[in-house]
């Protein structure tokens, strides 16, 4: 049964850092590119960070770049995204998702698989 899973979010003053975690199982995970998004109540989920299959490639939405990290480690079926500089903005649900024919780039247009999120809430 395929599965992830995420964990650490919570709370977390303005300016400071927070690290979310999703573990994978049920089958390869180092074939699959890797994301994570995030929503807040009434608007779309949006893309936030994406990672290549051997974690040499990442891209991220602008409104994150320069402050989260992805990354992902193939042996313990996980991927991270360590968040820095949090602002209230950030406040939202992270997913993450798996997409076994997407690039960086291109994730989020054929997600195979989703997380059911965890709570991210930056105050002010």
């Known amino acids: 049964q395929v599965q992830l899973v995420e964990s650490g979010g919570g709370l977390v003053q303005a300016g400071g850092s927070l690290s979310v975690s999703c573990a994978a199982s049920g089958r390869t995970f180092s074939i699959y590119t890797m994301g994570w998004f995030r929503q807040t109540p009434g608007k779309e989920r949006e893309f936030v960070a994406a990672i290549s299959r051997s974690g040499g490639m990442t891209h991220y939405a602008d409104s994150v770049k320069d402050r989260f990290t992805i990354a992902r480690d193939n042996v313990k079926n996980t991927v991270y995204l360590q968040m820095n500089n949090l602002k209230p903005e950030d406040t939202a649900v992270y997913y993450c998702?798996?997409?076994?024919?997407?690039?960086?780039?291109?994730?989020?247009?054929?997600?195979?698989?989703w997380g059911r999120g965890t709570q991210v809430t930056v105050s002010s």
């Open positions: 998702a798996e997409d076994r024919f997407a690039t960086p780039h291109t994730m989020g247009a054929s997600v195979d698989y």
